[in-house]
Nanobody
Framework: QVQLVESGGGLVQPGGSLRLSCAAS????????MGWYREAPGKERDLVAS???????KYGDPVKGRFTISRDNANNSVYLQMNSLKPEDTAVYYC?????????????????WGQGTQVTVSS
């Protein structure tokens, strides 16, 4: 069983910054992708950013140029630096780890989620 522990969420004013942290424990495969997703009320869960074990990164369109994802492989941790925050960024942010070789249908054999951390951007 993989456990994901998140921290860093909170209330911030528009234009401010936050840094989210996620530490994974348990059995982490060498082939993996760690990332962040977010879910606003009434909205579907969308990709914020991801970082694969091969070094490739992806960002959702709304956060490009404002958010930066990073990894600490020695500690199986992933971070999200969020700058120039907007009210539209308000959501529950979830840490995610996908592991194993992706199947034909696009699913990974192992897919784990944190419990989520609330980020609220408001004046």
């Amino acid at each position: 069983q993989v456990q994901l522990v998140e921290s860093g969420g909170g209330l911030v004013q528009p234009g401010g910054s936050l840094r989210l942290s996620c530490a994974a424990s348990g059995t982490i495969f060498s082939i993996n992708t760690m990332g962040w997703y977010r879910e606003a009320p009434g909205k579907e869960r969308d990709l914020v950013a991801s970082f694969s074990s091969l070094g490739s990164t992806k960002y959702g369109d709304p956060v490009k140029g404002r958010f930066t994802i990073s990894r600490d492989n020695a500690n199986n941790s992933v971070y999200l630096q969020m700058n120039s925050l907007k009210p539209e960024d308000t959501a529950v942010y979830y840490c995610n780890v996908k592991m194993g070789v992706r199947r034909v249908g696009g699913k990974f054999p192992y897919d784990y989620w944190g419990q989520g951390t609330q980020v609220t951007v408001s004046s």
